[in-house]
């Protein structure tokens, strides 16, 4: 089975402060993606990348970055954390495979609050 | 642009039928569903291709019109098991890889 495990379910941090989420697969998947999560408004794209090194901004970049240096891993950093940040961060990696793309697979998620 | 999905909330009694829709305003390559369980990560439930064909896990079925760019889940019989929240993700308009979700459908299924 595929795994997608992210480095912890919770997280608090203060405002201006910089914040990084881990998220790393172990099925070999080419494409990895950083969600947010907020009541209301369903999954929303922040950066996804199908390769190392290489990425492509989501719907709603601003304020992050990313960073893929080995395949398996794919981190989120928040440069200076704000309180419109806080939320639940999902990490999901899926298959190559072309257009249409394979299903992605989610970690359990990383709720962080910004004070 | 976020496809719309409707309603945005339903609740069934066990042995009952619902119909969740997904509606795009782009040409689509495809559509995918999710269902997330409270506290849970979501989890792929099926992917529907342009041409007719479908892919899918679970004895749960759905429709894609493509000429109307819009999906329906259908979810029959349902068992307490179904409660979640279902989300569908739309391919298309030259972004490879890349799924745009809807805001989900809550659905609840009481004994």
């Known amino acids: 089975d595929v795994k997608v495990t992210q480095s912890s379910r919770y997280l608090v941090k203060r405002t201006g402060e910089k914040v990084f989420l881990e998220c790393v697969q172990d099925?070999?998947?080419?494409?990895m993606f950083w969600y947010r999560q907020d009541p209301g408004l369903g999954l929303r794209l922040i950066y996804f990348?199908?390769?190392?090194?290489?990425?492509e901004k989501g719907d709603i970049p601003e304020g992050y970055s990313v960073s893929r240096e080995k395949k398996e891993r794919f981190s989120l950093i928040l440069e200076s954390a704000s309180t419109n940040q806080t939320s639940m961060y999902l990490c999901a990696s899926s298959s190559l495979g072309g257009v249409p793309s394979y299903e992605q697979y989610f970690g359990p998620g990383t709720r962080l609050t910004v004070t | 642009q976020q496809p719309v999905q409707s309603p945005q909330a339903v609740i069934l009694r066990e042995g009952e039928d619902a119909v969740i829709n997904c509606s795009s305003s782009k040409a689509l390559y495809s559509v995918h569903w999710y269902r997330q369980k409270h506290g849970e990560a979501p989890v792929f439930l099926m992917i529907l291709l342009k041409g007719g064909e479908q892919k899918g896990h679970e004895k749960i079925s759905a429709s894609f019109n493509e000429k109307k760019q819009q999906s329906s889940l259908y979810l029959t019989a349902s068992q307490l098991s179904y409660s979640g929240t279902y989300f569908c993700g739309t391919e298309g308009g030259g972004s490879n890889y890349k799924l745009t979700f809807g805001k989900g459908t809550l659905l609840t299924v009481n004994p």
């Open positions: 990348s199908y390769d190392v090194k290489m990425k």
């Open positions: 099925m070999d998947h080419e494409n």
